[in-house]
């Protein structure tokens, strides 16, 4: 074999290796970008089960009949039958 050979194959052998170590590096750059956005979705989730517990509770007859108590509004109770 030639030098020159034996230098082009070395060169090729040396450019497989980078190319399989950058592969390799982005890989693991998105890997580590997938899980931390998978954290910052369970985050967000929990941030929005937190909100929807909130809204539910003020949506309840006894907060409503306090906001309308505070707000100085008269609460009057449902008639049974209302004739004309």
Known sequence: MTTFRALLVLFMMV???VV???IRQESAKAANRIQ????????LEQSLWTRE????????????????????FEVV???ANRDP
């Open 53 to 72: 517990l909130e809204l539910a509770r003020l949506r309840g007859p006894e907060a409503i009949r306090h906001r309308a108590d505070a707000l100085g």
């Open 20 to 22: 399989i170590v950058v």
């Open 36 to 43: 931390g956005l998978h954290h910052q979705k369970i985050t």
């Open 15 to 17: 450019t497989v290796g």
């Open 77 to 79: 109770p449902p008639a």
